[in-house]
């Protein structure tokens, strides 16, 4: 069935959104337990270490062939066929992941443990919007627009306010950590999770889930390396204590809920990854906020945790911060233009230099050459018609080859997906 | 594996029930309405072409449509 591509994208990532408001709920009961409160370190490893295991007992029940196609083709990713080798060409994207994932857990564990009350200082991680619309006009050759900044601005200032606290305090150290440290390494993993999902391997496009399997496989061996490092300079002994915890029955069976609820969060943001800019799709993953809301009550309703702020200026504040958030990602959604350029060439010119010429344009997403009436299809996105008068009109002009072209803007599209 | 787009030109009125028909085809991967020279553009993927021709004939038969060209895909870049 052919469906529309912007629908699903949506989805995927809102569903994405709303199970990791459910783990936000859960990780705050499991991160409260004896064993964890007092050492995030051997909590983020206990994570990965746990996760590990359910993420593998969950993908080869997903590998199960039923009909002749695997049950996590048919109903997480069509492109799952079963969990297998990481293969050498996504082997760098898995590490440079993997040691992302790690530092990033190990910078929010560092605060965590150094200020008691972090939710002022973690709402400013929503700021990462930024960082990822900055990094995208270096590694995508797509210069945001004024629409994407405004967009990305009003869905992270609507995040902050959002998630922040009055009750905590600014420390400069932990704010430089997010800066620095928490918000370019969840950047540049987000990256590089969207390369992995666009990578073809064995001629047929990546699966989330064995993307999520290695992910969780190097982010386990990263972060027990750090800690054993950390361990062995502050003579601490948390990466023992960790494991210690993982294999206690009470809280492996905790850790598993949370790490095998995460999976399917995880493989369904990695699909939408694989559609949207990855500074888009953290711009909807920011609603997680909103939906972590209704999940809060029900734990405080059930005992589970103790602190939701009623204060009615918090909640003017958290309401407004909301509002912004789904603004901002409607903003985002209704401001898409995608055309199709006709392109003829002159004779004499080798076709493949015009495609490079053609392929370096910002905002061309495909390229083909074709037999038939036009030499080259070209496909281009741009939040602008301006825009793309500018920056692929004007470069197609500078291209000597074209004989003659025509733009023709897509209304509507479907994609089988 | 062979790609094609197939452009097509439409009679005016019949846009909807054709695109609702060319949805449930095999073989489509993607298709768009545009506004210009074409009226649709649909990308086929097929394993041959005896299958291509398949799919351009039943894209023919479908009411409202008035011409159709095939440009088979040569080589590709794309970022997905």
Known sequence: MVIRKKYLFYTLAITSSFIAAAVTGVDSFVGGQPAFKTDPWSFAFSLFFVGSIITLLISLILSIKIHGKSLGAKILDPSFKNLRMVQKSELKSHIIAGVMNAINTVGYCSIVSTVQDPSVILSFSQIVILYLLLMESITEKDVPTLVEVQSSVIVTFGAILASISLTGAFQLFPILIVFLVVNPTWAVFSIYQRKLKIMRINNRPNDSINIRFWNIIFSCLFTALLIFFFDLFTSGSHLLAGVTASIDPYYFMLLALTMGTTFFAYVLYIRSLGMGKASVNNAIRASTIIFAIPFSIIMLQLGLITEFSTDPVMLIIKVIGMVLIVMGIISFALTLVKAYIFIDVKTGRPLKETMQKLWNIRGVSHVTITSGKHDFIVKVSTRTLMKGYERIIRKLDEIEEIKKYHWESVLKDWEKI | ?80
Not at chain 2, 8 to 21: F, L, Q
Request: no cysteine; aromatic share 2%; hydrophobic share 40%.
């Open chain 2, 1 to 80: 594996m062979i790609s094609a787009y197939i452009l097509i030109t439409m009679h005016p009125g019949k846009s909807d029930k054709a695109i609702k028909e060319m949805r449930q085809l095999d073989n489509v991967a993607k298709i768009s309405i545009i506004a210009g020279e074409y009226d649709i553009v649909v990308r086929a993927q097929v394993k041959n072409l005896e299958e291509l021709l398949d799919v351009t004939d039943k894209i023919q038969m479908i009411e409202g449509v008035s011409k159709t060209t095939t440009q088979i895909i040569e080589k590709e870049i794309s970022l997905q």
